[in-house]
């Protein structure tokens, strides 16, 4: 599978942003698929992921409550929508697909990095005060 992600944009603190990340390939329906940042000068961060169905979805505690992760298996895209950010969320987004998920059911913990078999380019997001 191969992951195209858009959305990023300059916005102010406050502020909310949608992103969507575009698959192609067969096996997206059947992928878990997840959401990191890497921010300037720090490491990779996971946010989040969903199981292939979006029924089940886990995230990080720096983002939870604020940001939510959902997919449309018809338009192979996953998305992140990220309401009231804040300065510290300003990062490169990538989306990632877990293809050895399969048809899984809940995350109870968020996969190795080398789990995932494939990446997107990523998709800047700054957020200003």
């Known amino acids: 599978v191969q992951l195209a992600e858009s959305g990023g944009g300059l916005v102010q603190v406050g502020a909310s942003l949608r992103l969507s990340c575009v698959a192609s390939g067969r096996t997206f329906n059947s992928s878990g698929m997840a959401w990191f940042r890497q921010a300037a000068g720090k490491e990779r961060e996971f946010i989040g992921i969903?199981?292939?169905?979006?029924?089940?979805?886990l995230y990080a505690d720096s983002v939870k409550g604020r940001f939510t992760i959902s997919r449309d298996n018809g338009k192979s895209t996953v998305y992140l929508q990220m309401n009231k950010l804040k300065v510290d969320d300003t990062a490169v987004y990538y989306c990632a697909a877990n293809e050895r998920s399969g048809y899984s059911g809940q995350y109870y913990y968020p996969p190795a990095e080398y789990e995932y078999s494939a990446w997107g380019q990523g998709t800047q997001v700054t957020v200003s005060s």
């Open positions: 969903t199981n292939w169905s979006g029924q089940y979805t």
